[in-house]
């Protein structure tokens, strides 16, 4: 099965930031259409409070695995197991979300692509959960980009903590880098 990750950072200066009270920090309209399309027909691995975030219910043509100490998913082994098990019609599951669950597979070279959404140039961000630096040496070590859709002289409707406004917003697309055996 390929596991794949996608989500979304609102960069600040020293942090990454990922989510806000329960909601994300920022969206785009480009953003949310990319997730729909990356991901329907595949499993969905998020923790718990992601699932709540969602309504606890599945997003339509996605199966969600949740993640919780008090279920027998209790780690992301058993997440990923059991996605295995039920399978999908692509064979591609997606962690979406939240940090100890995205930080663990990066760091663990688990990925076989990696989409990540950076909401660029934002003055002060509200966030109660974020990425550190270390993610982006996990991206570094183990990853390699693909393309970019954006550059940063693009710039588009997005929403941060709820206010609208125009700012730049980066599509990445990483994949795992592939390292070569020596045959001699
Ligand atoms: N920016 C984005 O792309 C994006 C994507 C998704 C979500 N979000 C936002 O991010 C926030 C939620 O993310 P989060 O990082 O705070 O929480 P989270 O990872 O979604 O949920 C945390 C909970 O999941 C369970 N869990 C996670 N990893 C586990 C592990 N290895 N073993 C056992 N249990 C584990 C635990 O549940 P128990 O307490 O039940 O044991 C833990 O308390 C929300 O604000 C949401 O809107 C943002």
Redesign the pocket.
Known sequence: MRINT?????VMPKVY??????????RSKKDLQQ?KEKTLGSILI?????????GSKDLPGRKSI??????EI???DKALEEAKRIGSDNNTCFV??????IS?GMKRNLFNDIYL?MFLGSQYVAY??AFGREFLDYLESGYEPMHKDADLSNSEERTINGIEGEGSVNYLHFSKKVTLSSSS
């Open positions: 996608i989500f979304s950072v609102t930031a990922f989510g806000n009270k329960g909601d994300l920090v920022s997730f998020m923790g718990r409070k992601t699932y709540e975030s969602m949740v993640v919780s100490s008090k279920s209790n780690s992301l979406i979300g939240g940090v100890s669950l663990e959404t109660d959960v």
